[in-house]
């Protein structure tokens, strides 16, 4: 069974950082594409960033140059740093794959002054 497990969400002023991960399992991580997710109050869940199975990255283009998407693959882990948060990044952050899979419960990320 394939199973997410999200964590690092906190509540962060603006300009703050703040380091998500996403521990994997139940699937090959290592051939695996990894993508965020996030999703506020009033959206559907939207993706935010990918890593390939040979670390090429894309990112939505309000994060580009503040967020970093990266893998452990050793650890079946998932990263994602957050840099110059604003409040439209409020959030509860998502991993998966693709095609997605079971969702995790995701970590909450809440942007406040």
């Known amino acids: 069974q394939v199973q997410f497990v999200e964590s690092g969400g906190g509540l962060v002023q603006p300009g703050g950082s703040l380091r998500l991960s996403c521990a994997a399992s139940g699937l090959i991580f290592s051939t695996s594409s990894m993508y965020w997710y996030r999703q506020d109050p009033e959206n559907q869940r939207k993706w935010v960033a990918d890593i390939t199975h040979d670390y090429m990255t894309h990112y939505q283009d309000s994060v580009k140059g503040r967020f970093t998407i990266s893998r452990d693959n050793a650890k079946n882990l998932v990263y994602l740093q957050m840099n110059s948060l604003n409040a439209e990044d409020t959030a509860v952050y998502y991993c998966?794959?693709?095609?997605?899979?079971?969702w995790g419960q995701g970590t909450q990320v809440t942007v406040s002054s």
């Open positions: 998966n794959t693709w095609p997605n899979r079971d």
